[in-house]
């Protein structure tokens, strides 16, 4: 027992007179170390809205809501439920959608809803039926990525159709009134909906 005692006392000697282990956080902003893994930041800019990041997060801190009537889907990031594992950084498709920061202290609130924000993006819905297809920034990644070979697919072409102007604001009225036709396998249509149209006759 004797010595244990000395050094118990040795040890309180010495915290008396060291430096406190702990920071002084919220007095004095957090200095985090190098590669700290704190709140993923979006840049809109970057993020087309595909869904990758919602898939592979594990605490399901990231949901998306698709609104066919306004052509809207609504991706919803709530870090109060971040687990900062990074998987959303490492499986963005366009590689700069969503990276983490060092910031991970000053997300202290007393209001969940603090930490919850949303993005919105235009939704690319088949011209026959209304099926979502995906976002149109997502589309138009795609395309630029696959480069000529975009070219192999009819739905990649129609997108290219100057008359439809996916990615302009003052998008042309081609929705299909009438029954589907062959003709209409030149339109945006779902892969569903683009197959009964190869299908018709002349
Ligand atoms: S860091 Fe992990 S837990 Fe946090 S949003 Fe990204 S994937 Fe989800
Ligand atoms: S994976 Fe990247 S591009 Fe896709 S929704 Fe998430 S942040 Fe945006």
Known sequence: MKYPKIREIKEAVISL???AYTTSFPKKPHKPYKDYRGKPVVDNDNCVGCE???????PLAITFEDDREKGI???RRDYGKCIFCGQCQEHCITGKGVKLSDEIYDMASYDRTDNVEYQEKELLLCKNCGAI????????????KLGPKAYSSILNLNVLNDKLK???K????????DELKRKDMFNVLCPNCLHEAQKKNF
């Open 133 to 144: 297809i995906t976002t149109k920034e997502h589309y138009v990644f795609m395309h630029k």
């Open 170 to 177: 003052d998008e042309a009225e081609v929705d299909i009134h």
């Open 166 to 168: 996916l990615s302009a």
């Open 17 to 19: 007179v060291s430096p």
């Open 52 to 58: 990758t990041c919602a898939n592979v997060c594990p």
């Open 73 to 75: 889907r609504t991706i």
